[in-house]
């Protein structure tokens, strides 16, 4: 599992807790010599995740929307781009150059990104990827109550946490990984 596909927040100004997530999940990649495949902007947690990862030694890949370019939000930290027109193709572009997807706390596009990974592990795509919830601070608890109750309602099958796993530290996350 050398390329650590992460999904997170381009918001900036968030509450310290999560800020410090991005940046220990950076410089876990970043020491294990792993790769970041990302968003490739250059706001909020995906630059502090960025940076670390460059500060501990890893490699950068950014997967970066064409209005991204435009507006002059690319990362100044990537090392391989992967230019693409949209939202859609980004999660492919990403999905595909990942062995493991990571989703750290975010917002819409988080979510879009986490639920794909899952759609394609509940109708068993080839290919179909592990996801972690990385849960700073108990940001995904809700989520996760709400997949249970979805689960007890008889919409989600009982192998949906087949492709899902929770850590809360680096070091949960290292275990997760290394495990696959």
Known sequence: MRRIGVFLSARE???EEYVQAAREVGEWIGRTGRTLVY????????????EAVKRMGGSVWGVVPRVITERGLESKHIDVAFPCEGLADRKSILNRESDVLVALPGGIGTLD???TVLGE???GMPGAKTL???NAAGVWDELLRT???LHAKGFLRDNYRDSLRVAHSTDELETIVTNL
């Open 13 to 15: 100004g968030l509450a």
């Open 39 to 50: 968003g490739g902007s250059a706001c909020g947690l995906m630059e502090v995740m960025a």
């Open 113 to 115: 990104e986490l639920f």
């Open 121 to 123: 592990a509940a109708i």
């Open 132 to 134: 972690v919830l990385y």
């Open 147 to 149: 997949l249970e109750t």
